[in-house]
């Protein structure tokens, strides 16, 4: 049976909702300022209410999977029951996990997550890629086959990160460049319906210099961390991406909005002002 692939049905829920990526990071802190335990059962009830009072209005979702592996079984049941809760709102959820290995390793964390049969079935996950971009392929393979999106760490925001990811190759062009290449020949067999691949990419919201790596990204969708409390604005996020990737971004945020409170009401209204302000990165 065909599947519908994830870049596809990121355009049609972004069109009718919004692009907005709503992270749920139930850290120590966001949970103390709830109410709510230190504990499986205090991310449970988090993750559970975020989907309750923006379900049926964010496109997507992207549970902090290490906040609920924390707690080990108990804290994989429960994000396993957010997941679930997700997906029934009609939302995608993204997984991020940032797993990273080689062979039947990554294998084995692929089918953790991606397809009917997974363990915790999520619509798409976050890779970490520098054991290798061919290490990549059992993962690519398996998100093809169930329509699953994948986002790759290409340049991330963190000030540690840049000596690795601007570090050149023989041919002088960047370890991030060398992977934004690389993932867009992975998606070159396999483009949707809006010309998109699998392969997406993430690239930090606050970086000044990402235009360029996003020029060898045109058929990736871009994960886009780094609204709000990092610093980054959704104009910020147009000017430095360009108005083409800018309309290819998923823009996450998290702290933004989980700060605002526990109130279903005081989620709804910022989660309506950080929509509008997505919706301008289509138009």
Known sequence: MAVTPFADRFETIASARSPLCVGIDPAPETLAAWNLPYSAEGV?????????????????????????ERFGWQGMKAVAEVIAHIRSAGALALADVKR?????????????WIGAD??????AITLGAYMGSGSLTPVIKRA????????VVVRSSNPDGIALQNA???????????LADDLTAFNAPHLGKYGI???GA??????????HVLERLPTSLILAPGIGAQGATMADLKARFGKAAARRTLPAVSRQIA?????????????ARLIDEAHGLRG
Do not use: W
């Open 118 to 123: 997974a363990g915790i079935p999520a619509d």
């Open 259 to 271: 700060h605002a409170g526990n109130s279903a009401n005081a989620l709804a209204d910022i989660t």
């Open 197 to 199: 691949g699998p392969c």
């Open 144 to 151: 093809v086959e169930h329509g699953a999106g994948l986002f």
């Open 168 to 178: 050149r190759h023989e041919d002088e062009r960047t370890v991030a460049d060398a």
């Open 44 to 68: 449970r009830e988090f993750g559970l209410r975020m989907v309750d009072a923006l379900g049926d209005r964010a496109g997507v979702f992207k549970p902090q999977i290490a906040f609920f």
């Open 202 to 211: 993430v690239i930090g919201a606050t970086l000044d210099d990402a235009e």
């Open 100 to 112: 990273m290995d080689i062979g039947h390793t990554l294998e084995a964390y692929a089918g953790a």
